[in-house]
């Protein structure tokens, strides 16, 4: 059975500092993906990863595919209240199969 | 629509009751993925759709869970002899095939409350 463990489960942080998620398995996965989820909805994709040490930006955010694409990370700079949330990283084997997702990281960012 | 739509958005039932869950994926994709979603958990895979047949039914907790899909498009969860562990939050994802990324996009959820 893959699992993926994501660490810290909550963070609690003021506006403007830096944080950084981790998301680490015993196993490959052909592509990584970050979702974020608020109360009451579903999780909204941030990103893919595919290629072992792909890094992707978006705006604030980065994301790093370990090199082995057993793990990556999610790092925020200068976090603000509207990044509270639930982030989730999900794995996925080749073809239409099913993610594999971890636990979450819940994140609150106090202004 | 725009997105894939779920119904109803929450649903009480009391313990020994039967209940369906619709999922409206979004149009063109193929592709068609149940999760379900406790408290404080991410989303557990139950089964998964290519088409209108079940490609993989092994997250199905046990026989009371089923789930059909029968003109390739909306799909219905049905739980029968509702117990009160079943209560979650049960996602709806769609995906299409072929995408490079396989990217998965999620419904906002139904909500069910076994009483």
């Known amino acids: 059975t893959q699992l993926l463990e994501q660490s810290p489960q909550f963070l609690s942080i003021q506006e403007g500092e830096n944080l950084t998620v981790y998301c680490n398995s015993s196993?490959?996965?052909?592509?990584l993906q970050w979702y974020r989820q608020e109360p009451g909805e579903g999780p909204v994709l941030l990103v893919t990863?595919?290629?072992?040490?792909e890094v992707k930006k978006l705006k604030r955010l980065t994301f790093q595919f370990g090199d082995a694409r057993k793990d990556s990370s999610l790092h925020i700079t200068a976090a603000q209240p509207g990044d509270t949330g639930l982030y989730l990283c999900?794995?996925?084997?080749?073809?239409?199969?099913?993610?594999?997702f971890g636990k979450g990281t819940r994140l609150s960012v106090i202004a | 629509g725009a997105g894939v739509s779920q119904t109803p958005s929450n649903k009480v039932t009391e313990k020994g009751k039967y209940v369906e869950l619709r999922c409206d994926p979004i149009?063109?994709?193929?592709?068609l993925y149940w999760y379900r979603q406790s408290l404080g958990q991410g989303p557990e895979f139950l089964i998964y759709?290519?088409?209108?047949?079940?490609?993989?039914d092994s997250g199905l907790p046990n026989d009371r869970f089923f789930a059909v899909r029968p003109e390739g498009s909306v799909s219905t969860l049905k739980i029968q002899r509702t117990e009160r562990g079943d209560s979650a939050v049960y996602l709806c994802?769609?995906?299409?095939?072929?995408?490079?990324?396989?990217?998965?996009?999620f419904g906002p959820g139904t909500r069910l409350t076994v009483l």
């Open positions: 994802a769609s995906s299409l095939q072929g995408s490079l990324r396989r990217e998965q996009f």
């Open positions: 196993s490959v996965f052909s592509s």
């Open positions: 990863v595919v290629t072992g040490g």
């Open positions: 999900a794995g996925m084997n080749s073809g239409n199969t099913p993610l594999v």
């Open positions: 149009s063109g994709h193929t592709a």
């Open positions: 759709f290519q088409g209108t047949g079940a490609a993989d």
